[in-house]
């Protein structure tokens, strides 16, 4: 019983939840990380805002990583795109409920077409892991939804399938 308390004690005086620090890099994630840095494009990123925008219908502001990481951003996006096929957002601050959202958004791409080695994983865009996977995603799924790759499979009649962007 003291051994519960005690770990009872424990948690309530644990301080509020923050993101790990992951600390400094060395050797291979250093190189590796350096290598996605050299690729990152801002004029695809760019580009990528501008087609959001045009779908959304809206001007694309803010920070590319800060405006994605709630989830919201994406899955109104993916509504845009095929009206129902993402759960509505919920629009919170809480961490999980942002990373559901980005998960409820790779969900609705592939849907949408895309692979899933086309596809980021919630933390490269959560945490910032990997912005250049999140970026080529997203130009993946522009590529679908334009019409400029082959293989397009989920294209519905009236959908935005159908429109030029």
């Known amino acids: 019983c003291t051994g519960r308390r005690r770990t009872l004690s424990l948690l309530s005086t644990a301080t509020p939840f923050t993101m790990a620090n992951h ?18 494009n801002t004029a695809d990123e760019q ?27 994406l899955c109104n996006l993916a509504n845009k795109i095929q009206p129902g096929v993402c759960k509505n957002p919920k629009k919170v601050n809480a961490p999980f409920l942002q990373m559901e959202n980005i ?17 980021f994983v919630t933390v490269d865009l959560f945490e910032a892991k990997n912005m250049l996977m999140v970026l080529q995603s997203l130009i993946a799924l522009k590529a679908i939804v334009t019409g400029h790759v082959s293989g397009r499979h989920d294209a519905k009649a009236g959908s935005v399938f159908d429109k030029e962007y």
Request: net charge negative; proline share 3%; charged share 25%.
């Open 103 to 119: 998960g409820n958004f790779l969900n609705a791409a592939k849907k949408l077409g895309l692979s899933d080695i086309q596809l």
């Open 23 to 40: 600390g400094p890099q060395y050797g291979l994630t250093q190189e590796v990380n350096a290598k996605r840095a050299a690729q990152y």
């Open 47 to 73: 580009e990528v805002k501008d087609w959001m925008a045009s779908v959304m219908g809206e001007p694309f502001e803010g920070d590319f990583q800060e405006t994605l990481k709630s989830g919201v951003y």
